[in-house]
């Protein structure tokens, strides 16, 4: 399974707008792939799982590079 969590872009954006003295962008991204990590503990979706931070305005920011490669070693050793 792949868990994907997209427009990352608008929250690292709302979050610089809301607190602009203590944005880091990076602790941003941090706090959404745990909560992301922490939905799939909850939701028993297994340990194999990865979670993914996306953009689709920016995709060579954050995981959307990683997502893909995960998504053709998938391809390449489940479909036939």
Known sequence: ????????????????AKFP????????????????????NTGKVGSGTKAFAVSAVNKDKWDFRALLQGK??????FIK
Do not use: S
Request: proline letters at 0%; a positive charge; glycine letters at 0%.
């Open 1 to 16: 399974f792949f868990y994907v969590r997209t427009k990352i872009d608008k929250t690292t954006a709302e979050d610089a």
């Open 21 to 40: 003295r203590t944005y880091c962008e990076e602790r941003v991204v941090q706090r959404i792939r745990e909560r992301c990590r922490e939905a799939m």
């Open 72 to 77: 053709n070693i998938f391809r390449k050793n």
